[in-house]
Nanobody, 123 residues
Framework: QVQLVESGGRLVQAGGSLRLSCAAS????????MGWFRQAPGKEREFVAA????????SYADSVKGRFTISRDNAKTTVYLQMNSLKPEDTAVYYC????????????????WGQGTQVTVSS
């Protein structure tokens, strides 16, 4: 069982930066692949980034590649999403998720989800 709690979302101006954190409970955190997803009003939840259990492999959506960086600290059981050069279209609720297996871009592959944190980017 893994419980996830996101934090770090807030209102920021376009061009600014934010770092989201996702704190996980559970002794098996280091064996889980982690993902970040987002959902804007009226839209489906979409993949943002994912990282393997070791942190050695990462994946990004094309829309955030080069601007966002996913990382993890297994000793702190926390995964991060560094977001730079933010755009208004990045506005959404951001969720972290965990799965016991390889990283995936599909929300349906993830077993555990946090409650989300709101990111709003003003123009």
């Amino acid at each position: 069982q893994v419980q996830l709690v996101e934090s770090g979302g807030r209102l920021v101006q376009a061009g600014g930066s934010l770092r989201l954190s996702c704190a996980a409970s559970g002794r098996t955190f280091s064996s889980y692949a982690m993902g970040w997803f987002r959902q804007a009003p009226g839209k489906e939840r979409e993949f943002v980034a994912a990282i393997s259990w070791s942190g050695g492999s990462t994946s990004y959506a094309d829309s955030v590649k080069g601007r966002f960086t996913i990382s993890r600290d297994n000793a702190k059981t926390t995964v991060y999403l560094q977001m730079n050069s933010l755009k208004p279209e990045d506005t959404a609720v951001y969720y972290c998720a965990a799965r016991d297996g390889s990283k995936s871009y599909l929300p349906s592959r993830y077993t555990y989800w946090g409650q989300g944190t709101q990111v709003t980017v003003s123009s």
